[in-house]
């Protein structure tokens, strides 16, 4: 397994008829193999840049990524991708969209077969690989977008705002899938999120975001992703560490958000 | 009117009475078929109520003789009346014309039907209905062909790249407002009369609608289905082939029905090119001889063949494209 090593990342958008708008400033970190790291912050601090940046989409202005020995320089299947919604190909069925990595590399069709049945499985899908995308509800979706991705084993799965889309029970047996995943797999995992109850109880490590630049304000590390995967996911929630964590976490987005409201008033 | 009487003439549907707003309800709008039946029988009763009024003189029938040519003093009667539309006064008087032919004639449903067995059969000199269809059809085809041959791959490497697109815009949105007929004259010096000219003219029809459709449907594609693409390891060929060419399947569907639609239409036009056989020279060399029944058949079987093209391409969309509209 590789770590994760994110130095001194600066982030310049140029735009067309205006000023540059500096979405990430000097955003250096480690993450070790098989940590889950959650990302949180106020809307416009970077986070989906600091992803795609990870997941080789956009190239940073400075800085560098390093997976294991190799230097991220573009999209690669060592790092798996799961989008908020939209990117599942309507045009093909469940079984195809999980199959497609395997495709894409000339796997061997009978093993392939195998092992979108066996993902199907894990992610609660069984028995739905003939169906149609338009047909699932959006829970399932991500289900497959997460089988897909896991599908080409990929040493670091990177997911912005997976769950945003969804409602509070769907979202929290998805919760508890990822923790899951992650405890079977050992991958490491690099979250996206606008919810701090997300953040924390699904983060093994957490960034607080700043914006304006973009810059990691707090970097935590968590105990209840791991105590997650014994507790009651509702009894944990509700002890006393994780709501004064909650509170302390938002107390700090409030002042945040506050400062961008003065800043623009 | 009583609110529950179950009409023939209202929505069968149980579930849509229940609703107290009905105007403005748009979506809700459907065509009732009872009423399409309806109109189609008021509109041959008309055609059977005028045609009584105004008679079709049975020497003009196709069906008096397959053989028109042979028929010496038809034939005579018939190029009188084509001379008489353009000679001198002296030549041809009004009363020859009317003589003949009412300016009103219009063969009756039973003068239609009979033209259409014999144009079955026999067929217009010695060419049968089905045969001129065949061929418009397969002119058509091959023209359509063509046009998405070319069409569709230029659209795409538009919808692909700036360069590209720079390159092609200038020259599509100069060609494509150009009706096809108004380029035929060309066409034929280039080409020659007959089928090299007219599948041409149909590419020229088809093309542009392609480009375009091609063009749209590249530029529907969400970049994160693109993104996905690339993490699971598919290189740029696989995206295209895999993603954006999938992707843009509705949008090139539309385009291939609109320009089916089109092309179909500009056949006649086409055919004019003096090909022997085909539905259009078929209506053009019969209007000559005042074959009004031939004229009125060969153009029911176009309207009719474009319907039922056009359904096919639905019922094959459904098939191919069932997530069209969905999610
Ligand atoms: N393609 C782009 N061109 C110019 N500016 C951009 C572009 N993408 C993002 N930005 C800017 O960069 C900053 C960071 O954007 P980013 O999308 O990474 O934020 P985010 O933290 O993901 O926000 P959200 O929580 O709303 O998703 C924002 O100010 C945004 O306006
Ligand atoms: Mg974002």
Redesign the pocket.
């Known amino acids: 397994m590789k770590d994760l090593k994110v130095a001194g990342i600066d982030m310049v958008?140029?735009?067309p008829k205006g000023s540059p708008?500096h979405?990430l400033s000097d955003v250096s970190f480690d993450l070790e193999a098989g940590r889950l790291l959650t990302l949180l912050?106020?809307?416009?601090?970077?986070?989906?840049?600091?992803l795609?940046i990870l997941a080789g989409f956009l190239a940073p202005t400075g800085g560098t990524v390093t997976l294991g020995d190799d230097l991220i320089t573009g999209p690669g299947q060592e790092r798996g991708m799961v989008f908020q919604q939209g990117a599942l190909f309507e045009w093909l069925n469940v079984e195809q969209n999980v199959a497609f990595g395997p495709k894409m590399n000339g796997a061997d069709k009978a093993e392939t077969k195998e092992k979108v049945e066996d993902l199907l499985r894990t992610v609660g899908l069984q028995g739905f690989g003939d169906k149609r995308i338009y047909e699932l509800s959006g829970g399932m979706q991500q289900r497959v977008a997460l089988a897909r991705c896991l599908a080409n084993d990929p040493d670091v799965i990177l997911m912005?705002?997976p769950l945003g889309a969804l409602d509070a029970l769907t979202r929290e047996k998805m919760q508890g899938l990822i923790l899951d995943l992650w405890k079977d797999t050992g991958k490491t995992i690099v979250l996206?999120t606008?919810s701090v109850e997300e953040a924390l109880y699904l983060g093994d490590r957490l960034f607080v975001?700043a914006?304006r630049p973009?810059r990691i304000e707090r970097d935590y590390e968590l105990p209840f992703a791991r105590t997650g995967l014994e507790v009651e996911p509702r009894a944990l929630k509700a002890s006393p560490e994780f709501i004064d964590k909650r509170e302390e976490i938002l107390s700090l987005i409030w002042e945040m958000e506050e400062e961008i409201m003065g800043h623009e008033g | 009117m009583s609110e529950n009487g179950s009409s023939l003439f209202r929505r069968a549907t149980g579930q849509n009475d229940r609703k107290t707003v009905t105007f403005g309800d748009a979506a809700a709008v459907q065509s009732l078929p009872l009423w399409s039946a309806l109109s189609l029988a008021a509109l041959v009763l008309f055609w059977w109520a005028a045609t009584r009024t105004w008679g079709f003189p049975a020497e003009f029938r196709a069906a008096t003789k397959a053989d028109f040519a042979a028929n010496g003093e038809r034939f005579t009667q018939a190029k009188m009346l084509v001379q008489c539309n353009g000679a001198p006064a002296d030549v041809c008087d009004e009363s020859m014309y009317t003589q003949w032919l009412s300016p009103r004639s219009f063969p009756s449903p039973p003068d239609t039907w009979s033209g259409f067995k014999m144009l079955w059969t026999d067929g217009y000199k010695g060419v049968t209905l089905l045969t001129h269809a065949g061929t418009s059809l397969w002119r058509v085809l091959r023209g359509m062909f063509w046009g998405c041959l070319i069409g569709i791959p230029v659209g795409m490497a538009m919808g692909l790249s700036s360069r590209l697109r720079g390159i092609f815009d200038t020259i599509v949105e100069l060609f494509r407002p150009i009706p096809p007929l108004a380029i035929l004259p060309l066409f034929i010096i280039w080409f020659g009369l007959g089928d090299p000219s007219s599948v041409k003219l149909l590419i020229f029809a088809s093309v542009w609608i392609m480009i375009i459709a091609a063009r749209a449907g590249v530029r529907t594609v969400n970049l994160s289905k693109v993104r996905a693409a690339y993490s699971l390891g598919a290189s740029k060929w696989q995206v295209l082939r895999r993603v954006i060419l999938p992707n843009a399947l509705p949008e090139l569907f539309t385009g291939i029905r609109v320009a089916l639609g089109v092309s179909w239409g500009t056949l006649v036009a086409a055919e004019l090119t003096g090909t022997g056989v085909g539905l259009g020279t078929m209506i053009f060399q019969a209007k000559n001889f005042f074959l009004l029944d031939v004229v009125v058949v060969g153009t029911a079987t176009i309207a009719i063949i474009g319907v039922l093209m056009d359904m096919l391409m639905r019922i094959v969309e459904a098939r191919l494209i069932p997530w069209r509209g969905k999610g």
């Not at chain 1, 912050?41 to 600091?50: D, R």
């Open positions: 958008y140029a735009v708008v979405a912050g106020p809307s416009g601090c970077g986070k989906t840049t600091l795609n912005d705002e996206v606008h975001m914006p973009g």
